[in-house]
């Protein structure tokens, strides 16, 4: 019996039957799940499918993110809990965030691509050797 396949994105055995592809850096691409297939459709609709050209690793399975976790994280929207990390000069805020678990330059382009596309971000940049944003 032949090796399952490796999901293009994070590199777990895609499923005998699977029917979760993307078509990334030209070529229809095998994922194991909708959560695989959604962050990759996502990577490329953005304009970032380089990642997958500078990555060293897989990404991580995004399955694993617990679902109340954009609940949570809604929190830091308010600016009684932003007050005490988010510095304000003129119409400008700066904040510097703690990014752990990146060890991987492709995935630190993709942040700093990402948050560069956000209306209301002007610069984003990430130093992999103290992990800080």
Known sequence: ???PTP???C???????????????GQTREMCCPG???VAEAIVAGGLEHYYSHRSENSANPQALPQALPDELALYDRS?????????EGELSETQLLIEGISCAACGWLIEKHLRGVPGVAEAH?????HRL
């Open 80 to 88: 009684d809990v932003q007050r005490p990390f988010v510095q304000h």
């Open 1 to 3: 019996m032949p090796a």
């Open 7 to 9: 999901c293009f994105h």
């Open 11 to 25: 590199g777990l055995p895609v499923p005998a039957g699977s029917h979760f592809r993307a078509e990334v850096l």
């Open 36 to 38: 695989c297939q959604a």
């Open 126 to 130: 990430l130093n992999l050797s103290n």
